[in-house]
């Protein structure tokens, strides 16, 4: 199959074609020419769109969907057009399915449900059996079945000899371990951050220190036993000091934020809206600030959308019962183009595949094609008729956004919204 995109501005650092405006011929899904104008024939199908972009396809390192067990929430197959639609072109998936994935087999159904998918999934898999914090799971069968990383989805790591296992033990086979920060000691019955608005609400908080303490305990530990360790969904000022600090001391330390800590702050909860009750909890407008400066300066290393789809029976409920979670790939793009500008957007979606261990795949003739194709002009609002998820528990309706996704061309596949 031959597709010619038609005027298409190339935004990829590493491709020769970088900020040009070009035509590109795909072939039988490799890039077969790439020049200023390539006259189309009959045998080639022709995709333009306005002020049509294309980057290499974009990554989340955090991604729940909830087959096998609740599919009601989303299964797989809808999940991962989502995210084409979205311009994710890989995904890596979190554990927390029914039953949890922490073995081999457990890996091999996720891989092979969705192996000839145009997105690329990853798996996680679950640190600890059943993600219960006890015992370390099946880490090198699950990595030899396809599983990039290791750990339990929101549950933190209560045991730091656990840890030190697990760091430990990955390095030999290259692996990593994923730590969840929040010190449940500190934390406790907690829902919302603890400062002025907990009060004036009268909801329970979960102090920042909760989250603090467990990054200064994991960064020591690794210091300790070496090993790679990624500290997702960071959510405070103090957070971006520690990991800074233990960059600079050469530690092999990621980490990443989510779009709506980098946007939403702990006001939004005046009107008790469940969409808002997410893990880690929204923080305040100087916690947004450090962590939009930290993606600036490279302390952070990614920004995820946290995708957690919640079924309506677990979210129109009192506060207090309702789960935590809220979609993000369908307002990725637009919010953090709006939010942080189009370069700094598409280079927090794409890099952090490295630490995953993914390899990149610039724009460049020969090369298999991973893109994604957007437009970074035009504003506007998400709004509840964009969700393409099943589940509608968007944290982002209202909320101003910039450009518009179209699609992706990968892996032989062509999904665009039309």
Not at 264 to 285: A, G, H, M
């Amino acid at each position: 199959m031959k597709v010619l995109l038609k005027d298409t501005t190339v935004l990829d650092p590493l491709s020769p074609y970088h900020e040009e405006s070009v035509d590109i011929l795909i072939e039988n899904g490799f890039f077969k020419q790439i020049a200023k104008e390539i006259k189309a024939s009959e045998d080639m199908k022709v995709i333009t769109f306005p002020n049509l972009s294309c980057s290499q396809g974009w990554f989340d390192s955090s991604v729940s969907f909830g087959e096998p067990g609740y599919e009601e929430r989303e299964t797989l197959l809808h999940g991962l057009n989502v995210a084409a639609r979205s311009g994710f072109t890989s995904i890596a998936l979190q554990p927390d399915t029914n039953p949890i994935i922490d073995t081999n087999a457990a890996v091999g159904f996720i891989t092979g449900k969705t192996v000839h998918n145009p997105v690329k999934v990853y798996p996680i898999g679950a640190l600890t059996v059943k993600s219960d914090g006890v015992d370390l799971a099946e880490l090198y069968d699950m990595c030899q079945a396809g599983a990039i990383a290791f750990g339990d989805h929101k549950k933190a790591i209560e045991n730091p000899t656990l840890l030190k296992l697990a760091l430990l033990y990955v390095q030999n086979f290259d692996g990593l371990v994923i730590s969840y920060p929040q010190d449940n000691a500190i934390a406790g019955h907690g829902m919302v951050h603890e400062e002025e608005q907990s009060t004036l609400l009268g909801l329970k908080g979960i102090p920042a220190l909760a989250e603090e303490l467990q990054i200064a305990r994991d960064l020591s530990i690794l210091e300790y036993t070496g090993g790679k360790l990624h500290i997702p969904t960071i959510s405070t000022q103090k957070s971006v000091e520690l990991i800074r600090d233990a960059k600079a001391k050469g530690l092999q330390v990621s980490c990443s934020v989510t779009v709506h800590h980098l946007i939403l702050t702990d006001q939004e909860l005046t009107t008790f809206d469940t969409r808002y009750k997410v893990l880690p909890p929204l923080r305040t407008s100087s916690d947004t600030t450090a962590l939009i400066n930290g993606i600036e300066d490279g302390t952070i290393d990614m920004i995820t959308t946290d995708h957690q789809p919640i079924d309506i029976e677990n979210k129109k409920v009192e506060f207090d019962h309702a789960k935590y979670g809220t979609l993000g790939l369908e307002s990725a793009f637009g919010i953090l183009n709006n939010l942080i500008g189009t370069t700094t957007a598409l280079k927090m979606l794409t890099q952090g595949k490295t630490i995953f261990g993914i390899k990149p795949v610039p724009i460049e003739i020969g090369n298999p094609v991973d893109i994604a194709l957007f437009n970074t002009k035009g504003k506007g609002k998400f709004t509840k008729e964009k969700v393409l998820s099943t589940s509608k528990n968007s944290a982002f309706f209202g909320k101003e956004t910039q450009g518009e996704v179209y699609g992706i061309i990968a892996h032989s596949h062509i999904i665009v919204n039309t």
